[in-house]
């Protein structure tokens, strides 16, 4: 009869070790579908950034009421009229600002730190700047408590940059200015990039890389990102 018992109860331990090896798989697997059929299918091929979308666990970056559809090919509400970008969207932004392992990356708009998080798996150092107080105050939290160590935030003005720390090697904008700040094109380092979406009802993501002094702009895809809001905005109108 005790031998019964013990059987039982490993057979209990077991299944509760299942249950719990089960539910962690299942946001590996979604990770690993997102990748293959919404990035790989498409246009994303850099190694880099393919690995740090694998990698990187989008889900604990949406509030849990959307926790299922985190890797869903899909924005997301994070609070504050705020959005997390579908994958996709993150994934290309990545590698069309074509980062090397040595280089250092402005972020503006860190919203839930997601973005940030993808871009310290690829980048030497993240500086990100967040007008929202309290979306800076949790995105720092819980970058610290994931172990994304090389990312730092402020709250502040995108539209400014972050002066202390230019020149970057590339700047990724996560909302939409109505015009192209000229700060962040003057934070550019030699043969920098900058990847803004720009526009007010009709925006369109652009890659703007430095030469020489001179920018060179290239249009990529029509978006749809929430307005950049700072102190500056209403003398870009």
Not at 62 to 71: E, F, I, W
Not at 94 to 118: F, M
Not at 163 to 174: E, G, M, Q, R, S
Request: proline residues 6%; glycine residues 6%; aromatic residues 6%.
């Amino acid at each position: 009869m005790v031998f019964k018992r013990v059987i039982i109860s490993c057979m209990s331990i077991l299944g509760l070790f299942l249950i719990i090896g089960t539910s962690g798989n299942k946001y590996v697997i979604k990770r690993q579908q997102m990748v293959e059929q919404q990035l790989k299918s498409r246009d994303i091929t850099e190694k880099s950034v393919l690995n740090s979308m694998l990698e990187v666990k989008r889900h604990l970056f949406v509030p849990k009421l959307y926790r299922d559809l985190a890797y869903h090919d899909r924005p997301l509400p994070i609070g504050q009229d705020q959005t997390i970008s579908q994958p996709y969207i993150v994934a290309l932004m990545t590698q069309l600002a074509n980062i090397d392992p040595d280089e250092k990356v402005l972020e503006i708009g860190t919203g839930s730190g997601y973005q940030a998080a993808v871009l310290s798996k690829i980048c030497k150092k993240v500086y990100s700047i967040e007008i929202i107080e309290s979306l800076a105050k949790e995105a720092r939290q819980k970058l610290k408590r994931l172990g994304y160590d090389n990312v730092r935030i402020r709250v502040g003005d995108g539209f400014m940059g972050w002066k202390k720390h230019a020149p970057f090697d590339a700047i990724l904008v996560t909302c939409a200015p109505p015009k192209i700040p000229p700060p962040l094109l003057d934070q550019l380092a030699e043969k920098g990039r900058l990847i803004i979406p720009v526009g007010k009802k009709s925006q369109e993501l652009k890659v703007m890389t430095k030469t020489s002094g001179k920018i060179k702009e290239k249009d990529i895809i029509p978006v749809r990102f929430v307005p950049m809001t700072g102190s500056k905005v209403q003398s870009m109108d």
